[in-house]
Structures are given as structure tokens and as C-alpha cells.
Nanobody
Framework: QVQLVESGGGLVQAGESLRLSCTTS????????MGWFRQAPGKEREFVAA????????YYADSVKGRFAISRDNAENTMWLQMNSLKPEDTAVYYC?????????????????WGQGTQVTISS
């Protein structure tokens, strides 16, 4: 069982930045591909970004490409999501996810393990 814990959410103004972290203390993350998803009120959970086991490849939703950056440090058991140029439409609960071998990078059903989420609110 992998327990994921997100942190770093908060309330910022449009145009500002936030960095989310996802960590686990019980198992090494190096065995897992990982991703970030988000869910806004009244909307379905949507893919944000994903990163392969060693960080060699990354994938992004079109809506965040060029603004967000996903990274990981397996030695620190931590994954990050650097979010720049934030917009009000980025407001959501952000979740980190992990899976040993996801069938699809963008489908939430491909990930077996999830964190509890961290709220990100962008004011205009």
C-alpha cells in the first residue's frame, strides 16, 4: 500500500505561482509512475501532468502546458508540481496519484494510489 500526501496548496492571485509536493514515507516512489490530477467543483477529475519512473519523460494537459512543470526526486521520495502564471480556472483540489504501470497517463482509472488532495484557489 502506498500512502501519498500532498502539500503546498493555498490561495494566491492570478499570475502568481505555487509549488505542490507529493510524498510518501512508507515506500519508495521509484517503483511508481506518478501524476497530478485536479477536480473543480461540479466537474470531473481531470489530468494535469504525469512523469515516468525516473523522470525521463513528462506529459501535460494542453491547458497547463508551458505554465506547469512536474518533477520528481526518488532519493527524496517526493514529486512536485510547479505552477506558474496561475489563472482562476486553475482553481481545484489537486491530487497526486501513483501506479506501478499505468495503462494510460491521462486516465485517472489507470492509477491505483491517490492522495487526499490539496486545495488550490486562484483569485482574479
Amino acid at each position: 500500500q502506498v500512502q501519498l500526501v500532498e502539500s503546498g496548496g493555498g490561495l494566491v492571485q492570478a499570475g502568481e505561482s505555487l509549488r505542490l509536493s507529493c510524498t510518501t514515507s512508507r515506500r519508495t516512489i521509484s517503483s511508481y509512475a506518478m501524476g497530478w490530477f485536479r477536480q473543480a467543483p461540479g466537474k470531473e477529475r481531470e489530468f494535469v501532468a504525469a512523469i515516468t519512473w525516473t523522470g525521463g519523460s513528462t506529459y501535460y494537459a494542453d491547458s497547463v502546458k508551458g505554465r506547469f512543470a512536474i518533477s520528481r526526486d526518488n532519493a527524496e521520495n517526493t514529486m512536485w508540481l510547479q505552477m506558474n502564471s496561475l489563472k482562476p480556472e486553475d482553481t481545484a483540489v489537486y491530487y497526486c496519484a501513483a501506479d506501478p504501470s499505468p495503462i494510460s497517463w491521462v486516465q485517472s482509472s489507470s492509477y491505483a494510489y491517490w492522495g487526499q488532495g490539496t486545495q488550490v484557489t486562484i483569485s482574479s
